[in-house]
C-alpha cells in the first residue's frame, strides 16, 4: 500500500486499540509464536534462572513463553503436554517427562529441547550442566578438608543429574578409600528437614553432608539450626546450586556453582534454529560448573 494509505490504517489502529487475532493469525501462518517452558519445580532458584535466560532470548525473536510446573507428577506433565499440543505451541523446552509424553511432542513435529536432565533413548537437541565434574570438584574439596565421613541426601536414582553429581562424588570418594552413603528423597526444603531429621534420631549424622541441590540444603541448614547442630563446626554442608543472597547466609554455603541463565538462552536459541527449520543431529551441549567454597565446609582448628 501507499506510504499516505499506511499511515490512515495505523491511525486507525492506534484509535481503537486494535489488538491481532494470534489464533487466526496461526491458521494462515502455520505458527503461534507460543514457546513453552515446562519445568520439575519452578520454586527451584535453579529453574527461575533457566526461565528468565529462556524468555530473554524468546522475546528477541519475537516469541511469547509459557511456564509450566509438573511437581515431578507424570499425570500433571502428560496433561501439560496435551493441552501444548492442542494449542499448537511451536516448540518446548523441557526439563523433565516421561519418554512416552516426550514421543507425543516427537510425533506432532513440536521441536524439543531438553534441559538439566536427558532421557535415554529419546534423541532430541539438549542442554545439560556438567554434573559429573561437579560431584568430583565437590569431593575433592571435601578431601582436601579432612571430611572422610560425608553423606549424600536428597533426590531419587534415574534423574540424570542426580545420578551424574552422584557418581562424580562417589568416584573420587571411592579412589581415596571412602564409601559415599545415600538417602534419597524429593528435591525441595521439606525433604532437606525430613532426611536430617531421620539422622539426628537415628544418631547417624555424618562429618559433612552433601545435598542434591539449594533447596535440600537449605531444609537440612534449618532442621540442623533447630536441633542445635552447629554448621560447620559439629557438620559440615555444601549443595549442588548457588542460592540467590548466599553471601548473607551464616555461615556461607559451599556450592557448586551452575550457569542456569545460559542453560536457558542455549536452549532457546537451539529451539528457534529448529523453528527456522535447521536439519542435523539432535546436539548436546554441556556447560561447565565451578566450585565456591564456603565457610559451611571449613574445617575448625
Known sequence: VSPGTRERVMEAVRELGYIPNRVARSLTQGRTDII???????????????SRGAEDVAQRHGYTLMIGNTDERAEKERDYLEALVSRRVDGV????????????????????????????????????????DGGRQLAEHLLEEG???VMFIGGMPGNSTIDARLAGCRETLQ?????????????????????????????????????ANNLVAV??????????????????????????LASLLDPFLTVIREPAYEVGRVAMELLHERIRGVESEPRHRVLPVELVARRSTRRCG
Not at 519445568?39 to 529453574?47: A, C
Not at 511432542?105 to 524439543?112: A, G, N
Not at 578409600?177 to 544418631?203: F, H, K, N, Q, T
Not at 532442621?223 to 540467590?244: Q, S
Open 36 to 50: 513453552a517452558l515446562v519445568v520439575s519445580d519452578i520454586q527451584n532458584p535453579f529453574f527461575t534462572t533457566v
Open 93 to 132: 523446552i523441557l526439563s523433565t517427562a516421561g519418554a512416552e509424553q516426550l514421543r507425543l511432542l516427537q510425533q506432532r513435529k513440536i521441536p524439543v529441547v531438553q534441559v538439566d536432565r536427558v532421557l535415554r533413548g529419546v534423541e532430541t537437541d539438549s542442554v545439560v550442566l556438567d554434573a559429573y
Open 147 to 149: 571430611y572422610r565421613r
Open 175 to 211: 579412589a581415596a578409600g571412602i564409601e559415599l552413603p545415600v538417602r534419597y528423597g524429593r528435591l525441595d526444603r521439606a525433604s532437606g528437614e525430613a532426611l536430617v531429621a531421620e539422622l539426628c534420631e537415628e544418631e547417624a549424622l555424618p562429618e559433612v553432608i552433601i545435598a
Open 219 to 244: 531444609g537440612a541448614m534449618v532442621e540442623l539450626r533447630r536441633r542445635g547442630v552447629r554448621v560447620p563446626e559439629e557438620v559440615g554442608l555444601a549443595c549442588f546450586g548457588e542460592i540467590e
